[in-house]
Every structure is written in C-alpha cells, then in structure tokens.
C-alpha cells in the first residue's frame, strides 16, 4: 500500500491523494510557513494542509511556488488542502470564502476543500456550496473535517456528493475505530490531524518499546501506525530534520501485534473539542472584528 513518500489513496471519485503530507496548525504567517513548506516540497513531500484560520494561507501559497521552482515539479504534482471557517458558514459565504483562500493561496485550484467544523445548523448549506465549486470544476474533491457519524449521515441524506475525506482528531489515545468503519463504508477516506497528538504521546512507555524494537522514534511508529491502518496522516513540524524523521516511515513494516498493542493504547482521549460539545466554542472563534479569539485546534 505505502512504499514511499508519494504514494497516493484513490478518492471515490477518482482523484490520487498522497498518504503522507505535511500539516501546518499553529505554524506562523511569514518565512516560518514559507520554509517549512519549501523544505517539505524539497524533501519529498507532495501534499499541504492549510485553513483559513491558520491565518497562513499567504505564506503557504509562497512557499508552494518557492518549493515547486527550486524542486522542478509543477502545481499539478502537488495535492492542496484548505478549509472553510465557520464565520462563512452559508452558501453564497462559503463561496467567497473559496475564492479568499485561492487568492492568499495563490493558485487557481485545490485539490481539497473541507468544512473545518460541523458547526449545527450551518454544515449542510455550506456542503450545498462545495458541491457547487466541485461540480464546476474549480476543485479536485470535496470533504468534512471534525465530522462524527451522525453528522454524515446527516450529509448523506441530502446531499448530491459523498464527502471523499472525513479529517478528524486521530491517535493511539483516540482510534475512532466506529468512525473509520463508517467511513471506509461509505467510500470516504479518513484523514488524520495531530497524529502525535501535540507531542504527548512521544513518551509513552508501550510505543517507547515497540520503537526501540523497530528501532524507530516514537513518532515513526505512530505515523507508520496510521498508514498500516489505512489512514491519511499530516503531521506539523517546522524542523528540517523533523520533516524529514517523519516521512521515514516506508522501510520498514509494523507486525499485527504491534499494531494491536497501540490500538489498546485507545482512551477516547482528544486535545480539541468534541465535535458534539464544541459549539458554544467554535461560536467564540467566529467573534466580532476587533476581537481576537483563542486560537482553535485544528
């Protein structure tokens, strides 16, 4: 399945989505973003994740176009991701918001525009919206971030297109093992953010073990954990030398222990909101101009 840093899953519409990409969550606008970016491009790496409220699109967009001339590769051999903010929730909102991320972006195309939130009340109009820039071909696939079951199902029920992407909060400390059935189901690709789950989970003694066995860093392990298990991963790092340990996953193979002993590792434990418990949160991002919010989590 995953024999290198390019390869790619095939959405149910056909679209090639690699495996491995680099998240940028809580990286800074500016040559932070734009060397990161350029150092994953150069690297290897094909696939970039951004949002609207990372407030980085710009500097991201710069590094793309730094990394694609210094790697001598085109825009077309790279898979871009952003996401619509709930403030735009709305269809004609939605919209507007898709055509601000192109041109802070600076492309003429995602590859991947999601709903960042299934903020209540507000998800399926603005999934009317994607639908609309997806079936006028100015995106390649379409998704959900943050989506529980039910919300799909609420999707599902109305909609025109199946979601290709769910990206969700996604661990050894939260395996979302009934999300995935879903989703694998229904032909949507799982997708996982804060794979490491910030850091914490680089001490734990079970996976320091089977890292010392592979003789891997913990990290490795986890993120090798995700691609064995079928599921999209972006891991953040700004670090030339993190970006690089990180995508050093495809030599070597997890055994079916291991693997079930980092699922045992599950405690339904997440570092961002509930999905069912976050919107008076998400209402408190999407504050007044003039106003600066708690930044959320991815």
């Known amino acids: 399945m995953t024999t290198n840093l390019q390869a790619t899953t095939t959405l149910h519409n056909g679209v090639e989505m690699p495996w491995f990409g680099l998240g940028v969550f809580k990286v800074e606008e500016g040559p932070s973003v734009i060397d990161a970016v350029k150092t994953a491009i150069k690297n290897g790496y094909r696939s970039i994740d951004t949002a609207a409220i990372y407030k980085n699109e710009e500097g991201v967009g710069q590094g793309i176009r730094e990394g694609i ?124 953010w804060s794979p490491l789950m910030q850091g914490k989970l680089l001490e734990e003694p079970s996976l320091k073990e089977i890292a010392q066995t592979y003789n891997k860093s913990v990290a490795q392990i986890i993120l090798r954990w ?48 509930d999905q069912d418990r976050a919107h008076q949160l998400l209402v408190r991002w999407t504050a007044p101009a003039g106003h600066i919010p708690a930044r959320p989590r991815c």
């Open 69 to 192: 001339k210094d790697a001598g590769i085109s825009r077309e051999d790279l898979f871009i991701t952003s996401k619509v903010w709930n403030s735009d929730f709305g269809y004609e909102t939605t919209l507007a918001a898709y055509e601000e991320s192109l041109k802070k972006l600076g492309l003429e195309y995602l590859d991947l525009y999601l709903i960042h939130w299934p903020v209540k009340g507000k998800y399926k109009e603005t999934w009317r919206a994607l639908e609309t820039i997806y079936k006028e071909n100015r995106v390649k696939a379409i998704g959900v971030s943050n989506f529980h079951i039910h919300h799909l199902k609420d999707v599902l029920a109305d909609s025109e297109i199946v979601p290709m992407v769910n990206q969700v909060e996604y661990h050894p400390s939260l395996t979302q093992k009934e999300l995935q059935a879903f989703c694998k189901e229904n032909k949507i690709q799982l997708e996982a």
């Open 226 to 273: 995700d691609l064995q298990n079928e599921v999209v991963t972006i891991p953040k790092s700004i670090n030339e030398s993190r970006i690089v340990e990180n995508a050093s996953i495809f030599d070597f193979e997890l055994s079916n222990e291991d693997m079930k002993r980092i699922d045992d590792l599950n405690k339904n434990e997440r570092t961002g909101p």
